[in-house]
């Protein structure tokens, strides 16, 4: 089989499998990049949550 054989249909297959395949990386990429600053931002986020619910004990909220 010959280079100039192949289909110009098959050849926007493999384009567009390609380009969806980097695509989903990307969109992988940041899924991880949000999953990564909530993990770095979880011991503030908890801090903020006991100073909240503290106030809250104190003034009778809870």
Same mark, same amino acid.
């Given at each position: 089989?010959? /280079?100039?054989? %192949?289909? #110009?249909?098959? *050849?926007?297959?493999?384009?567009l ?6 695509? *989903? =990386? ?6 991880l990049?949000?999953?990564f600053? &909530? =993990?770095?931002? &979880?011991? #503030? *986020? %908890?801090? %903020?949550? =006991?100073?909240? =619910?503290?106030?809250?004990? *104190? #003034?009778d /909220? %809870?």
């Open positions: 089989m010959n /280079r100039a054989e %192949i289909d #110009t249909d098959d *050849l926007l297959k493999v384009v499998l390609l380009v969806i395949a980097w695509l *989903l =990386l990307e969109i992988v990429g940041v899924v990049e949000v999953a600053w &909530l =993990l770095d931002a &979880l011991p #503030t *986020l %908890i801090g %903020i949550a =006991l100073v909240v =619910l503290i106030a809250l004990h *104190l #003034t /909220r %809870i």
